[in-house]
């Protein structure tokens, strides 16, 4: 519901010791198997080999805890962000033209020893943070006040953990036939037994499931547990709305409950728009020669300009303009903008390549660099379909939280192309808010390799 302690952003504090180490193995790992193979090679720890491992602490760090993922799960996440950060690696040697500085047999072991060592490293770890579960001094008792829905969501999360929690049962006041089906078995007794069970049983936890509207009930309950020394936590029941990046934080001295707010502040507003620049330049830069032609390409196609620019809503909402290469014999942004189909006949045979290829999408790089977008997030619509989605979409706009991006999280999971139907739409959407609550450096970077993918090998594309 709210943040996962187990996945990393950057500066992030870690929420436990096995989150602490996590943290520090993955980037440690990196950067050890790179100094062994350097001096292994008989080569020198010199002003380029230093250089490179601060650059790859800073991209792997903090890790990411992987200790309770099965180790199937684990060796591709730990395959996926390896290829993705050599992708990157190479990107920027390319650019600085600095390959020269290290040999290739060093290159080579260590490209193929980390991400063994790595899944190593994790499932000692799990070995380890299982077998310490199972101790009776590391088991951490609770109880769930309230048989409802969200107790049960509540209790199963607990079940689900694998650092030792044992789940004793609920307590509620009323009826069986008011229970949720799943909870009425496990029930423990009522609210006014909470305290003295919670004393005598040593639980460590207590849960409270129970609707705002219960305040008294829940004062009531509070003044029994501050005789106890259990730890009490409170869940709010968010579960009928979207949760984006929902997280506690303390307003000078008021606690305050987060449930819809952008991933992009401080320290992460910083790093993705550092990389956004460093990677939208670099790839401008590189591909200049390309843009030129395609430029040509487009003119010669038909008549009409090169770049089609179409009105979009950007960040927060705010109408922003975007550009592409023109790809249609019309330049459509009036107040009704038919979605490409296939075998549109608006679209130029040289078109088809660009749309098939995605290359018309190449000068939205220029857009990266002006801020209006991001190279990934939610893909822009046109101002007239956020119009009509919005009123028949649930928290369609919360997409609009971040600035939107040249490709995203569902384009890479199969929703790209025209959305005909309202559950495209839908599908779309969901992949966006799922985006947004699990954002991550690691995942922009899963998210790019996998759109190359997408360009080379994607056969529905128009």
């Avoid at 008021?254 to 507003?269: L, M």
């Avoid at 590189?286 to 010669?300: E, H, Q, W």
């Avoid at 008549?303 to 790809?327: A, M, S």
């Avoid at 929703?415 to 450096?441: F, H, I, P």
């Amino acid at each position: 519901m709210f943040d996962d302690p187990h996945k990393r952003t950057f500066f992030t504090a870690p929420q436990s010791v096995a989150s602490l180490i996590a943290a520090l193995l993955e980037p440690g790992i990196t950067v050890l198997v790179f100094i062994v193979t350097t001096l292994m090679s008989d080569e020198r720890m010199d002003r380029p080999a230093l250089t490179a491992c601060l650059l790859v602490f800073a991209l792997t760090f903090p890790g990411r805890n992987r200790f309770r993922d099965n180790l199937l799960g684990a060796a591709v996440d730990i395959a996926s962000s390896w290829v993705a950060l050599l992708g990157i690696l190479a990107l920027c040697a390319y650019a600085t033209r600095s390959f020269h500085y290290f040999e290739d047999n060093v290159l080579l072991t260590w490209a193929l020893v980390t991400p063994v060592l790595q899944w190593l490293a994790t499932w000692v770890g799990r070995i380890v943070v299982l077998h310490r579960a199972k101790t009776h001094r590391s088991r951490r008792t609770a109880i769930v006040v309230g048989a409802s829905a969200l107790g049960v969501k509540v209790a199963r999360a607990l079940q689900a953990d694998v650092q030792g929690i044992e789940f004793l049962g609920y307590f509620d006041d009323r009826t069986d036939d008011r229970l949720d089906d799943e909870a009425k078995s496990h029930v423990l007794g009522k609210l006014a037994e909470v305290g003295t069970f919670t004393s005598a049983r040593g639980v460590r936890e207590v849960y409270i499931t129970l609707p705002l509207g219960s305040q008294p009930r829940i004062v009531n309950l509070l003044e029994q547990l501050q005789g106890t020394t259990a730890s009490l936590f409170f869940v709010p029941d968010v579960f009928g709305i979207s949760i984006i990046q929902g997280r506690l934080k303390d307003m000078n001295g008021v606690p305050v409950v987060g449930i819809c707010e952008t991933p992009f502040t401080g320290t992460n507003q910083l790093i993705k728009r550092t990389s956004d620049l460093i990677l939208a330049s670099l790839i401008i830069l590189l591909t200049s020669p390309l843009l030129l032609a395609i430029a040509i390409g487009v003119k010669l196609s038909s008549p009409g300009p090169v770049i089609f620019r179409q009105r979009r809503n950007g960040l927060d909402g705010e109408e922003i303009v975007v550009w592409k290469f023109r790809t249609m014999t019309t330049q459509d942004d009036g107040a009704d903008v038919p979605q490409a189909t296939r075998n549109d006949p608006r679209i130029t045979r040289f078109g088809a390549f660009l749309r098939a290829s995605s290359l018309d999408e190449m000068p939205q790089f220029f857009n990266v660099l002006q801020g209006r977008m991001s190279i990934v997030g939610p893909r822009p619509h046109a101002v007239t379909h956020n119009e009509q989605y919005r009123q028949i979409i649930r928290a369609y706009m919360v997409r609009h939280k971040v600035k939107p991006g040249i490709t995203g999280w569902a384009q890479v999971n199969g929703q790209r192309g025209e959305t005909d139907t309202l559950e495209k739409m839908r599908a779309r959407v969901e992949y966006d808010l799922e985006y947004l609550r699990n954002w991550s450096l690691g995942l922009d970077l899963r998210i790019i390799v996998g759109t190359i993918r997408l360009v080379f090998f994607d056969r529905y594309a128009y």
